[in-house]
């Protein structure tokens, strides 16, 4: 059944193939866009577009009317040096505090559907087992408003609605700026991702990551895991990351480079085999891609 779906975030790396996903799917779309680049590139997807403040409650509040469900994927990443200060967190702290508060007050207000995002880092090391949703977290200043981010998905449940969190591992997407970071750390013979070699780590291509979002729209209210459907370890990524790169090997940052660099980068070195069979088993969506494959193209 076709929905009017209002799409935070809808100019970002996962905005930017979950709006042409939301249209395909027969669906009414409205792109927030900040930019006359970016309102060509919804329009030319098929979306309507508009500029709406997600920190103006007033604002935010009239989405209600006018939608039937709203995907809030709005995120600010910061990167490098900036990563590692609490200021550089400012905004996306607050997209996924104050601006998901808003969007969902209006899907509560309204009975309607609101899908949030969230992040599968804060789960707890968990060796080679696999992690599903009821597996114990733990959270630094960094990720901690994923709780937030949560909260305002279980919010519209609750109110009688429809919320649903997105739990998404690592993003892959070549026009990705981590992604591109690590391709360039390579070059210069580094594997940038943190965690033991024996470690399994977690990943999801984007293209999937904006299937489950559509899929999402179906199901149950709850909190999923969108990850890759084999997820292997850091030792196998290095191997092919070296490959793709013309390098034999790759040496990799020392545990005390690491922990010197932050809490994010300890809590992204954890141990973790993410299950998206809940995911799966509510919507019927699954993941087509290994990120191990990718680093190649």
């Known amino acids: 059944m076709s929905q ?3 799409v935070s975030g809808a100019t970002g790396v996962l905005g930017r193939r979950v ?7 027969g ?5 927030n866009v900040r930019n006359p680049h970016a309102r060509g590139a919804a329009e030319a997807a098929g979306a309507a577009t508009d500029t709406v403040d997600l920190f103006d409650r007033e604002a935010t509040a009239r989405l209600g009317d006018a939608h039937d469900a709203i995907v809030h994927i709005a995120t600010s990443i910061p990167t490098g040096a900036s990563g590692r ?4 967190w400012a905004m996306n702290d607050r997209l996924r505090s104050e601006a998901a508060a808003n969007l969902a007050a209006a899907m509560a207000e309204s009975g309607g559907r609101y899908v949030g995002e969230s992040i599968t880092f804060p789960y707890v090391d968990a060796g080679d087992e696999w992690i599903n949703e009821s597996h114990p977290r733990s959270y ?6 994923c709780v937030d981010a949560e909260a305002a998905s279980t919010s519209v449940t609750a109110a009688g609605g429809h919320g649903v969190c997105l739990r998404f591992a690592m993003f892959f997407a070549d026009d990705s700026a981590h992604v591109q970071m690590i391709r360039s750390l390579a070059k210069r ?3 940038g991702p943190p965690g033991r070699s024996d470690a399994p780590t977690s990943w999801i291509h984007v293209d999937d990551a904006a299937s489950a979002v559509v899929a999402a729209l179906g199901a ?3 909190s999923y895991n969108v990850a890759e459907p084999d997820p292997t370890t850091h030792g196998a990524h290095a191997a092919a990351l070296a490959s793709a790169v013309g390098r034999t090997r790759l040496r990799r940052l ?11 980068l300890v809590s992204l070195s954890r141990a973790q085999r993410i299950s998206s069979a809940a995911l799966t088993d509510a919507t019927g969506w699954k993941p087509r891609r290994s990120v191990i494959d990718c680093w190649a193209t």
């Not at 669906?27 to 792109?31: L, Y």
């Not at 200060?85 to 550089?88: K, M, N, P």
């Not at 630094?140 to 408003?145: A, K, L, R």
């Not at 020392?254 to 994010?264: R, S, T």
Request: proline share 10%; glycine share 14%; no cysteine.
């Open 4 to 6: 009017r779906i209002f």
């Open 19 to 25: 709006v042409p996903a939301l249209v395909a799917a």
């Open 27 to 31: 669906h009414e779309v409205t792109a």
């Open 85 to 88: 200060r609490r200021s550089g």
């Open 140 to 145: 630094f200043w960094g990720n901690q408003t």
């Open 189 to 191: 013979g580094i594997y």
């Open 220 to 222: 149950a209210p709850g």
């Open 254 to 264: 020392p545990n005390p480079i690491v922990k010197l660099a932050g809490e994010g």
